[in-house]
């Protein structure tokens, strides 16, 4: 019995994740140390609230990357369901049960429209979803006419609700991941996922159904977007065209630092969601530490570049072994 245990936490600290949670242990204790402010309840809250919604996208975005796959999408996608949730409350005056329906389900359906041409045209998922936020973010300025929409709804609650001392935002990451976690590590269609990362053709004649799964990756990502997006809106009370500006960098960057493989084929649900904490902790770092706001970009971009150097080099080594 010990061996075995023995072997699983050694078979753990091989693994990626593993440097990754790491790497958070020690930013979080050098904050500790840093910022008298940082280990304050309001503080961890107003964090763990910040990085919600790049933590719930980032399952989406794990999923589609760990086939092979991109989604630069997603930040438009939060735009125009949050702008859609605004204007069906405010505007239209729909029940929110409904408008929550909608809205989810156009996420989904966008999230399709990228599967399907990425699976049945053939085309880059890059080039697919670089010209689908394209699209939709003139969608969202059509909507809004370039004016931010006001929301009062029960809807809100996702987004500026509290159980107790913990925000609802929060409580909905860490289900979310949860499940996430049991979708990819514990059902056959999240094992095909890997399997179509690691080899796409080996899967196909295995009799996995690839085109099905991959499409289904980018409806996950899109629906997971759309619920983001309402989340967005309830915390702001209002929706505009600018809202989720960034977020396809803010979404890529935890998911990679988390240690999924830009190949394909690697990576955890969990991990991204250490990747996102990461990058929170860091933005947290430069208000509290008072250090200027244009040395966010340049620290995150470094770390990115450092995560994909790293994973490259953990693919040659796997690929020369």
């Known amino acids: 019995m010990k061996s075995k245990q023995l072997g699983s936490l050694q078979a753990f600290t ?19 140390f840093a910022s008298p402010y940082f280990l304050k309840i309001n503080n961890i809250m107003n964090v763990l609230q910040q990085i919600s919604r790049y933590g719930i996208i980032s399952v989406g975005m794990a999923l589609v990357m760990i086939t092979g796959g991109i989604d630069l999408s997603v930040g438009y996608i939060v735009a125009i369901s949050a702008c859609m949730a605004a ?40 080039i697919v979803t670089l010209a689908t936020s394209k699209v939709v973010s003139g969608a969202v300025l059509l909507l809004t006419q370039g004016m931010p929409i006001h929301m009062e709804s029960p809807l809100c609650w996702f987004g500026s609700g509290y159980i107790g001392p913990v925000p609802v935002s929060v409580i909905m990451m860490f289900l979310i991941i949860l499940l996430g976690t049991v979708f990819a590590s514990c059902t ?48 702001l009370n209002s929706a505009d065209a600018g809202l989720g500006a960034g977020y396809e960098t803010d ?16 990576g955890s649900i969990w991990g991204a969601l250490i ?43 796997k690929a020369k072994a």
């Open 14 to 32: 091989k693994r990626s994740e593993f440097s990754v949670l790491i790497g958070l242990v020690v930013l979080f204790v050098a904050m500790s």
């Open 87 to 126: 204007h069906l409350t405010t505007n239209v005056g729909l029940p929110w049960p409904a408008v929550l329906l909608i809205v989810l389900l156009m996420g989904a359906g966008i999230g399709l429209v990228n599967g399907l041409l990425v699976t049945r045209v053939h085309l880059w998922p890059f």
């Open 188 to 235: 056959q269609t999240g094992r095909n996922i890997y399997a179509i990362g690691n080899n796409a053709r080996a899967a196909a004649l295995s009799g996995i159904r690839v085109e099905n799964t991959k499409a289904l990756v980018y409806v996950i990502c899109g629906l997971l977007c759309a619920f983001c997006g309402i989340m967005v809106a309830g915390n």
């Open 251 to 266: 979404v890529i960057a935890p998911v990679v630092i988390g240690g999924v493989s830009m190949n394909g084929g690697e």
């Open 275 to 317: 990747g996102a904490m990461i990058i929170g902790i860091l933005k947290n770092a430069f208000i509290l530490l008072k250090v200027s706001s244009y040395w966010q970009s340049v620290v995150i971009g470094i770390v990115i570049l450092a995560a994909v150097t790293i994973d490259c080099f953990r693919s040659l080594r």
